[in-house]
């Protein structure tokens, strides 16, 4: 098999360390206990109705849709001694603790609609210091290595660390649901706590990464060049694809297996949070197999394998009686290998398809493709956060009842079943046809460097420190 690799792209176990370490603060806020908990916490918390919840995720998502590609253009433009991305995250890690703090207060407002409307401001101001920090993060990976197995190495890292970290929050956060007597105290509790965690994790990866002199030397083209030559890239379209697919499931189960646990199980919340646990160990645990696999075949026989486990277990949910405690945590545990893959592989590819684009346009933007990639996993989140109230509402979900009537019972077992395998096979077709091999992505490298667009070695010193 043609394998190519340049010593200089080998990264030390620092280097991906520091920054897997500087995605927590995304894999645990919004990835995982946002995804989880938000909603929940919107109406069963702070008292909000499934319908005014859902309204206060969307205009939250209005916004979305300009700043994450402004925020990645602009990067691909910042001209600074620290690099393009990462002063970015020197200054937006701040404000990424403290608006995700604010976002689990229930102040003392009364009525719906101004309630609402305060959480869907405090929304905004998360989501921008989100956007902050998250798109240039995503955009340093293609910068770190341009070898195709080390990608695969540094995002299976960063995906290891947000699952273990996750897993962690998700078992902290389940001791305290149950040793705090008040709910709402729990949750601020769980805000400030991970907010003050966030700030110095993003450092790590401002220190601990460095970014190539011969990148940020490129002029930038202008806005909507930059986006002609996203739109012509179609290795970069089958991964966004893959991206917002393999994202969708994962929101949508996140948002209602809540509800799933403590209504059809019959779990209290502090065990429905346990399970949150069991699940990302299982991912964490899966990790090396899927990167295993990645290196043995490629990236996309990876994960196509491990979406098709993954398609099988959700379907498979719909069978399990009420009650029936030791099935979910089979679940959980069987779930692993796809959700691994879902953190790890599509962000692998997403770098390889960036070599396509300088290619044909000469040009490293990395940021702008971030942005967008950013955009599609916050918005899949949104989405799914704003559907799923209304569907809860229209099927006479009743907040903080005992029981839910079975109407209401079925619209959470097929949301959590059905609906996320319908996007699973989409997505198992989308990579089924993905354009770029192993040996065409290494084809792609040859050619850049004999135009001398691709430059080595990728640290200022010339070798990593």
């Given at each position: 098999m043609f394998r190519v690799r340049t010593e200089d792209e080998t990264l030390t176990l620092w280097s991906k360390l520091a920054y897997a370490v500087g995605g927590l603060a995304h894999s645990v806020g919004p990835g995982t206990i946002v995804a989880f908990w938000?909603?929940?916490?919107?109406?069963?918390?702070?008292?909000?109705?499934?319908?005014?919840?859902?309204?206060?995720?969307?205009?939250?998502?209005?916004?979305?849709?300009?700043?994450?590609?402004?925020?990645?253009?602009?990067?691909?433009?910042?001209?600074?001694?620290?690099?393009?991305r990462r002063p970015y995250l020197l200054f937006g890690a701040l404000p990424y603790g403290a608006t995700f703090a604010l976002m689990w207060w229930?102040?003392?407002?009364?009525?719906?609609?101004?309630?609402?409307?305060?959480?869907?401001?405090?929304?905004?101001?998360?989501?921008?210091?989100?956007?902050?920090?998250?798109?240039?993060?995503?955009?340093?990976?293609?910068?770190?290595?341009?070898?195709?197995?080390?990608?695969?190495?540094?995002?299976?890292?960063?995906?290891?660390?947000?699952?273990?970290?996750?897993?962690?929050?998700?078992v902290g956060f389940g001791i305290l649901l149950d040793s705090v007597s008040s709910t709402r105290a729990a949750f601020l509790g769980m805000g400030v706590t991970l907010g003050v965690v966030f700030?110095?994790?993003?450092?790590?990866?401002?220190?601990?990464?460095?970014?190539?002199?011969?990148?940020?030397?490129?002029?930038?083209?202008?806005?909507?060049?930059?986006?002609?030559?996203?739109?012509?890239?179609?290795?970069?379209?089958?991964?966004?694809?893959?991206?917002?697919?393999?994202?969708?499931?994962?929101?949508?189960?996140?948002?209602?297996?809540?509800?799933?646990?403590?209504?059809?199980?019959?779990?209290?919340?502090?065990?429905?949070?346990?399970?949150?646990?069991?699940?990302?160990?299982?991912?964490?645990?899966?990790?090396?197999?899927?990167?295993?696999?990645?290196?043995?075949?490629?990236?996309?026989?990876?994960?196509?394998?491990?979406?098709a486990s993954w398609l099988t277990v959700m379907l498979s949910i719909l069978l399990v009686p009420q009650e029936a405690r030791i099935l979910a945590y089979l679940v959980a545990v069987l779930a692993g290998p796809g959700i691994a893959a879902a953190h790890a592989i599509p962000r692998a590819i997403s770098a390889d398809t960036l070599d396509f684009d300088q290619l044909n346009s000469g040009l490293r933007q990395e940021g702008i493709y971030a942005g967008f990639e950013v955009f599609a996993r916050k918005i899949s989140v949104k989405v799914v956060l704003a559907a799923v109230g209304p569907v809860l509402g229209w099927s006479g979900y009743?907040?903080?009842?005992?029981?839910?009537?079975?109407?209401?019972?079925?619209?959470?077992?097929?949301?959590?079943?059905?609906?996320?395998?319908?996007?699973?096979?989409l997505a198992l077709i989308l990579a089924w046809k993905y354009p770029l091999s192993r040996e065409g992505h290494m084809e792609i490298q040859e050619q850049l460097r004999k135009r001398k667009l691709l430059s080595y070695p990728q640290m200022e010193g010339g070798k990593e420190e």
């Open positions: 938000y909603l929940f916490f919107l109406t069963d918390v702070a008292g909000l109705a499934p319908s005014l919840a859902g309204l206060t995720i969307i205009i939250g998502g209005v916004w979305d849709a300009v700043n994450d590609p402004l925020i990645g253009w602009l990067s691909d433009r910042t001209r600074t001694r620290w690099g393009r229930v102040p003392p407002i009364e009525g719906g609609i101004l309630l609402s409307l305060y959480f869907a401001g405090v929304y905004i101001l998360f989501d921008t210091a989100v956007t902050l920090v998250s798109c240039p993060y995503d955009a340093l990976v293609p910068e770190l290595t341009v070898d195709y197995d080390e990608r695969t190495s540094v995002t299976s890292y960063r995906a290891f660390v947000s699952i273990l970290t996750g897993l962690l929050a998700a700030v110095p994790t993003i450092l790590v990866a401002f220190f601990g990464t460095k970014e190539r002199r011969a990148f940020q030397e490129r002029p930038a083209a202008p806005f909507w060049k930059s986006i002609r030559f996203v739109a012509k890239n179609r290795p970069w379209r089958y991964s966004l694809g893959m991206t917002i697919l393999s994202w969708v499931p994962v929101n949508i189960a996140s948002a209602v297996f809540v509800y799933y646990l403590i209504y059809w199980i019959k779990m209290e919340p502090g065990e429905a949070s346990i399970i949150q646990a069991v699940i990302l160990a299982s991912s964490a645990l899966f990790m090396p197999l899927v990167l295993w696999i990645g290196r043995k075949w490629d990236k996309r026989t990876a994960y196509v394998a491990a979406i009743v907040q903080s009842a005992a029981v839910q009537p079975p109407t209401a019972l079925w619209a959470i077992r097929l949301l959590v079943s059905v609906a996320p395998s319908v996007i699973l096979a």
